[in-house]
């Protein structure tokens, strides 16, 4: 059963579980989060909110009663929809989208007959409306299907191991408004794919490398991607899309072992910066220009062997010149997680907060973060659980914001940016469970939005995904 009739303005917000190029341009302001909850009556169904407590509503009893239809994959366009997994209890877990109101949110197609469903998964926006996602039938097993929202415009994109046998499709990456790339097994292997979003523009990338794991543009032809070659190892390897031709080896990070480059994330000028190991510095930061020698390290956070694992690159500013980040640190040799600024140069990295355990970051302002934070300075401060922190990128303005919870722990999690400087979160207080929050950064400005399952019991939202108004450049 539907219950959302009226109609909602569209929202800004990047919302995309894949690569989002430095130029991609919001054009709205307008908060309008689609999430999942559960009343303790519906179960766990589909809600939207405007970040009102009267405009925080169920969307949609998709599985009708106290059973969950269990929403998952929540993943937005930029003509303001969102694509979800989720299950009516007859058609098993299918694809589903909805625009935020009543008549707009529907199965898109039943893709496999039956009570099982396809299970899609692994659901990423690739522009122009469409999505690609990994979907299960009785013929061809889990392959590459596509959808722009319609039946017809729902179909299998391709089969890369013919027949009932699994080609396990992941690691789906947007290149540009037209190009994605993803992984597929074919004859036992996991090959590297790139597409068009058509059957006849899907084609394997030539060459023995296996297994990609991330892949980034650094320009509108040259891709970076973190894939095995057979004798020598996980590295970061250079492609180009006009040409077609083999990948070739951007630069050998470490000289013992692979380098595992993660977390690829550009910077205005096009550069990538990312984690890698080096052989004798670690895990560490590094930033590439998609050339061999513009491939290096920017800093030696750790300093010895020892790793500081960087990674959740935000961009602080809207033109992406300086960006936050976490470091996990490691345990063992005594190197505490903290948080950190960098403009991509040595000098311009500077540690924010030390021994403060960081997720979660996102942008709410120019220039402003908020983020789901940990503070590990004594037993004091970690009675406290995870609670929301903000900073400006200085060490002055990296404090923590509230606890929502003075009789425990805060246990909040699940940040989204949602426009109009705010951010949207789930967090408990003394005598309610799990509930949304918004906060704008400030003690003053963070409150809890709706007690969604009333008293102690938690509707432990998550999944806020904005419906978002994008454009590429």
Known sequence: MLYLSRTFVLAAGLAFASFIPAKAQIVSDEAVIIFTANDGVHGRELWVTDGTHDGTVLLADINEGPDNSMPQWLTATEDGRVFF????????????????????????????DGPEGSSPSSITYIGNGRVVFSARTDEAGRETWISDGTFLGTFQLLDSTPGPDNGSPRNFTRLSESTFMFGAERNEQRRIWVSDGTPEGTTMVPGPLRDMIEAAPIDDTAVVI??????????????????????????????????????????????????????????????????????????????????????????????RDIFVFRTVGDAAEGVAPGLWR???????????????????????????????????????????????????????????????????????????????????????????????????????????????????????PSFFTPLAVMKMP
């Open 85 to 112: 997994q989720a299950n009516n209890g007859r058609n098993g877990a299918e694809l589903w989208v909805t625009d935020g109101t009543s008549d707009g949110t529907r199965m898109v197609r039943d893709i496999r």
């Open 226 to 319: 973190n894939a095995t070659h057979p004798n020598r190892g996980r590295h970061p390897w250079i492609y180009d899309l006009s040409t077609g031709d083999r990948p070739e080896l951007l630069r050998r990070i470490n000289n013992v072992t692979s380098s595992n480059p993660r977390s690829f994330t550009q910077l205005a000028n096009g550069s990538l910066i990312f984690q890698a190991r080096h052989h004798a510095r670690g895990i560490e930061l590094f930033i590439t220009d998609g050339t061999r020698g513009g491939t290096k390290r920017v800093k030696d956070l750790a300093r010895g062997p020892a790793s500081s694992s960087p990674r959740n690159f935000t961009p602080l500013t809207e033109d």
């Open 342 to 460: 960098t403009d991509g140069t040595g000098s311009g990295t500077q540690r924010l907060k030390n021994r403060l355990e960081v997720t979660e970051i996102v942008r709410i302002a120019d220039g402003l973060v908020v983020f789901r934070g940990f503070d590990r300075r004594n037993e004091n401060t970690m009675s406290h659980g995870a609670t929301p922190w903000v900073t400006d990128g200085t060490r002055e303005g990296t404090r923590r914001i509230t606890r929502t919870n003075r009789q425990g722990t805060s246990h909040s999690q699940n940040f989204a940016a949602i426009g109009g400087g705010l951010a949207i979160f789930s967090s408990r207080s003394g005598n309610r469970g799990d509930e949304p929050y918004i906060t704008d950064g400030t003690a003053e400005g963070t409150f809890r939005l709706k007690d969604i399952n009333p008293g102690a019991a938690s509707s432990s």
